[in-house]
């Protein structure tokens, strides 16, 4: 029993102890609270800026890095085609604890294809101002953040592109971020096909340069095909001429029958009458 007593005893002093080291840490930080308040009004009169108010100066003091939201920062497929049209970021200002907070600041985004050359890397860069990122912030089911969807300034190659992100507040600190992105890059575009008119406008200017020089041969454009040229129609024929007549480079061969034809001689399929076609069965 003495010796629990005096165990008791000495955890009573010692809770005492604490008691007395919060009242007076509680002080200390009312006095730090009001201190800081006269610092940020000294300071906003010299730089003419509107002094933080202790909630506003708790949250800007909060903030300690920034991440990227895995589940809302990758290629973005808007028209439901193949290929990504652009880009959808989701950036997190957090404190030391990785929580969140919502702090404003101005934002630039650095997009880069590092499997490139060293100056064909940068695909693009974006920047938002503090107003911006404010109209920016989204609260939904899958996060919360300052949201961004932006369209590809050059139109990525890689399927994982290295995405760069640096979030700037107003006491002067910067915080950087570096994430690997997937991406489906979108295929790229046939070349248009020339329309019927540009066909018909170089058909002109062929004719055209033709006659200036004087020259009598009939040239087809390059980008011409025979398939492309407008067929003669029988509204061209002058009236009253005559038609050529059709004539057959190859005049057809008498037919006979295979009965008319000697035994020595062999049978070709040029001699095969309906009748004695062979037929698989």
Same mark, same amino acid.
């Given at each position: 029993?003495?010796?629990?007593?005096?165990?008791?005893?000495?955890?009573?002093?010692?809770?005492?102890?604490?008691?007395?080291?919060?009242?007076?840490?509680?002080?200390?930080?009312?006095?730090?609270?009001?201190?800081?308040?006269?610092?940020?009004?000294?300071?906003?009169?010299?730089?003419?800026?509107?002094?933080?108010?202790?909630?506003?100066?708790?949250?800007?003091?909060? +903030?300690?890095?920034?991440?990227?939201?895995?589940?809302?920062?990758?290629?973005?497929?808007?028209?439901?085609?193949?290929?990504?049209?652009?880009?959808?970021?989701?950036?997190?200002?957090?404190?030391?604890?990785?929580?969140?907070?919502?702090?404003?600041?101005?934002?630039?985004?650095?997009?880069?294809?590092?499997?490139?050359?060293?100056?064909?890397?940068?695909?693009?860069? %974006?920047?938002?101002?503090?107003?911006?990122?404010?109209?920016? %912030?989204?609260?939904?089911?899958?996060?919360?953040?300052?949201?961004?969807?932006?369209? %590809?300034?050059?139109?990525?190659?890689?399927?994982?592109?290295?995405?760069?992100?640096?979030?700037?507040?107003?006491?002067? =600190?910067?915080?950087? +971020?570096?994430?690997?992105?997937?991406?489906?890059?979108?295929?790229?575009?046939?070349?248009?096909?020339?329309?019927?008119?540009?066909?018909?406008?170089?058909?002109?200017?062929?004719?055209?340069?033709?006659?200036?020089?004087?020259?009598?041969?009939?040239?087809?454009?390059?980008?011409?095909?025979?398939?492309?040229? =407008?067929?003669?129609?029988?509204?061209?024929?002058?009236?009253?001429?005559?038609?050529?007549?059709?004539?057959?480079?190859?005049?057809?061969?008498?037919?006979?029958?295979?009965?008319?034809?000697?035994?020595?001689?062999?049978?070709?399929?040029?001699?095969?009458?309906?009748?004695?076609?062979?037929?698989?069965?």
């Amino acid at each position: 029993m003495d010796a629990l007593e005096a165990d008791l005893r000495t955890k009573e002093q010692a809770q005492e102890e604490l008691k007395s080291q919060l009242v007076r840490a509680e002080e200390d930080l009312k006095v730090a609270r009001s201190d800081a308040a006269t610092l940020r009004k000294q300071l906003s009169k010299q730089h003419h800026h509107v002094a933080l108010s202790e909630e506003q100066a708790d949250v800007v003091y909060r +903030a300690e890095a920034i991440k990227f939201s895995n589940l809302l920062t990758s290629g973005q497929n808007r028209d439901g085609q193949p290929g990504d049209e652009g880009l959808s970021v989701m950036l997190n200002p957090v404190d030391v604890h990785g929580d969140l907070v919502k702090l404003a600041g101005e934002v630039e985004l650095e997009l880069f294809d590092m499997s490139l050359s060293a100056d064909q890397q940068r695909l693009g860069q %974006w920047k938002f101002s503090t107003a911006e990122v404010r109209e920016h %912030w989204h609260k939904g089911l899958i996060g919360s953040g300052y949201l961004f969807q932006v369209d %590809w300034q050059r139109i990525p190659v890689a399927s994982e592109l290295t995405l760069h992100a640096r979030f700037s507040i107003n006491d002067g =600190r910067k915080f950087d +971020a570096t994430t690997q992105v997937k991406v489906d890059p979108p295929l790229p575009q046939a070349p248009p096909v020339a329309a019927a008119g540009d066909v018909d406008r170089r058909a002109a200017a062929a004719k055209k340069k033709r006659a200036a020089t004087g020259s009598q041969r009939d040239v087809v454009p390059a980008s011409t095909s025979v398939i492309s040229r =407008r067929p003669v129609e029988l509204d061209d024929v002058l009236p009253g001429a005559e038609m050529p007549p059709v004539r057959n480079p190859r005049p057809e061969a008498p037919r006979r029958d295979l009965r008319e034809q000697d035994d020595d001689s062999p049978r070709t399929s040029d001699r095969w009458t309906d009748e004695t076609i062979p037929t698989l069965r």
